[in-house]
């Protein structure tokens, strides 16, 4: 557990920095960037022209009646939750997960109004958008370190001293970018830790229905098996991975009411809404788990190919949830050069997404991270080039 005042720059950023003036040796394949590119699901376009009308209207910020309905079924399912999601109080539309993880700061740091040295609690690596958060909320980062197995971070070593001065902790799961799931009782030591010392849980469930062989258990199902409500809880779903929609700017969140009715008051002057016709969109598609479990099937397909191609000298692994392969490679920035110049194929070097520790090592060294993103076909062209550079 380490703090760390240096800024975020954007990892694509300083990726373009590193490759400007360096020639791929073959015709480029990106694997940078997670965005989905496998198909639109068939219902969006029917929906939106069925919908089209709504364009003429400001949407409300807390969304249509069927959609936080569509949401709290959809919770109530994928979670066995007994219909304890409240429609009305408990679940918004987001424009995007990225806008809600951020500005959700802001409202976290108005809840304890008398600390003078707020902390945000970040895994390290991390998704930019949580220190983007720390930062509109000015408070100090503290990186989390993981437990014992795999990458879920550890309450348990963070002093009590940051605790009382916590303002939220942001946590992903399955972790991103190394594809690890929290178990139950993962989630309910973070939630006990977070009630006790009365901060926010911003958990970060984007990639939950990109899985390998089980749905990974989720935040509000291990607060409801503690029966005590969702107090000091905030999940964040979105439909760019579930549903290869990251241009439809649409996911949602769910969970403490108090804090979303505060929250609400700020998002109606400040935040982005969702359009009309864009949450008709969600509705099908919270309305339907066929195109998704078709998404899973493609990904997992590519994942075979990855520990079929890299073989042992690489170590691909076969993470339980998300998209990326998080490839030791002993240096992530020599490495990703390498693969750009000898085969065209663009990834991004761990030591981008993560912040160095005090003692000046950085965790995601020794990493690189690939998207793997693209069709069968392209993602199996680029992890040919890759064994051939990298084994
Ligand atoms: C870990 C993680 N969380 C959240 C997001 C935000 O996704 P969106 O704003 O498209 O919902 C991303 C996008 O790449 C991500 O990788």
């Known amino acids: 557990m380490t703090t760390s005042a240096k800024k975020e720059t954007s990892p694509f950023a300083r990726l373009n920095s590193l490759l400007a003036g360096v020639e791929p040796g073959l015709p480029a394949i990106n694997l940078t960037i997670g965005e989905p590119q496998h198909p639109i699901p068939a219902f969006v376009a029917p929906v939106i022209a069925e919908n089209v009308a709504l364009f003429g209207r400001y949407p409300p910020i807390r969304g249509t009646d069927a959609f936080r309905q569509t949401i709290a079924r959809w919770l109530d399912r994928r979670y066995g939750l007994d219909a304890t999601i409240d429609p009305e109080r408990m679940a918004l539309p987001l424009n995007g997960s990225r806008e809600g993880l951020t500005l959700a700061a802001l409202t976290a740091r ?67 970018p190394q594809g690890d799931v929290a178990t139950l009782e993962d989630w309910t030591h973070v939630i006990q830790i977070a009630r006790a010392h009365d901060f926010m849980i911003f958990a970060d469930e984007c990639y939950s229905e990109i899985y390998r062989d089980g749905p990974p258990p989720g935040v509000l199902q291990a607060a409801d098996r503690l029966g005590a409500g969702y107090a000091n809880i905030l999940t964040f779903h979105s439909l760019s991975k579930r549903s290869n929609l990251p241009g439809l700017r649409c996911g949602f969140v769910a969970g403490d009411p108090d804090f979303l009715e505060t ?32 998404n899973r099937a493609l990904y997992n397909a590519k994942y075979d190919a990855a520990l079929a191609t890299l073989g042992p000298r690489v170590r691909a692994t076969r993470p339980e949830g998300g998209f990326f392969l998080w490839l030791e490679v002993g240096d992530g920035v020599e490495a990703a050069t390498r693969l750009w110049r000898e085969a065209g194929v663009r990834t991004i070097p761990g030591a981008y997404l993560s912040l160095p520790l005090p003692d000046g090592s950085n965790p995601g060294t020794p990493y690189i991270r690939v998207a793997m993103v693209q069709d069968l076909a392209t993602t199996q062209e680029a992890l040919t080039r890759m064994a051939r550079v990298l084994g």
Do not use: C, M
């Open 110 to 176: 108005q809840r304890k109004p008398g600390l003078e040295k707020p902390v945000v609690l970040l895994p390290n690596p991390f998704y930019q958008a949580y220190a983007a958060g720390a930062e509109v909320a000015g408070a100090e980062v503290v990186l989390l370190g993981s437990g014992r197995e795999g990458s879920f971070p550890d309450l348990g070593q963070v002093p009590t001293e940051v605790l009382t001065r916590t303002i939220a902790v942001y946590i992903a799961s399955p972790t991103a």
């Open 263 to 294: 929250w609400t008051r700020f998002r109606n002057v400040a935040a982005p809404q969702v359009p009309g016709p864009i949450q008709a969109v969600a509705v099908a598609a919270y309305s339907d788990e066929g195109h998704v479990a078709q």
